[in-house]
Structures are given as C-alpha cells and as structure tokens.
C-alpha cells in the first residue's frame, strides 16, 4: 500500500488531529476524523440511503464526521470544477 498524506485539519492540537491520506494504488481515501455521535448515528439510520438497503452499520464499518473544512483535502475527478454541491 503506498499512502499520500493530503491534508490535515488547519490549527488542530497535537491530540486531536482529523487527516486525509490517498491510497495512489487503489484511490481509496483513507480518514482519520471524529467519530459520530450515537445521535448522529441514529440519525443517518433513521434517513437509511437507498431503499431496501439496511440502514444498520456493520461492525466493519463506521460513520466518521468529516469537517467541512477538510473537503478542500478531498481529490475531485478531472474536469470538476472543485466545488462541494450543496443541498
């Protein structure tokens, strides 16, 4: 696995520290940000995503919260104009 580091959250303290890093071989994304709260957890549940489609996490996974900040850090496909759509 060879890891590009992308960018780290602006002015964060020594211990707390969200950070994106770019897997060159694969594309993947890998983050490091605050976890979501249960509340917040609940809340994407309670949304769900596509119908039929479990709207429970599996123990492999996670829901993270990534600061709006830290977007600017995310690589966008050739040809976008690099803006976040907003809903």
Known sequence: MKLRFLGIIPNSPVDESPTIWLDDETGDLL????KATETEVKACQEI????GHSADVPDHET????P????KYVP???G???EVPRP
Request: proline share 9%; aromatic share 4%.
């Open 63 to 66: 829901i993270i919260r990534l």
């Open 68 to 71: 709006a900040v830290m977007l």
């Open 76 to 78: 966008r496909p050739e």
């Open 48 to 51: 769900g995503s596509l119908p």
């Open 80 to 82: 976008s104009n690099g």
């Open 31 to 34: 983050i490091q940000s605050y």
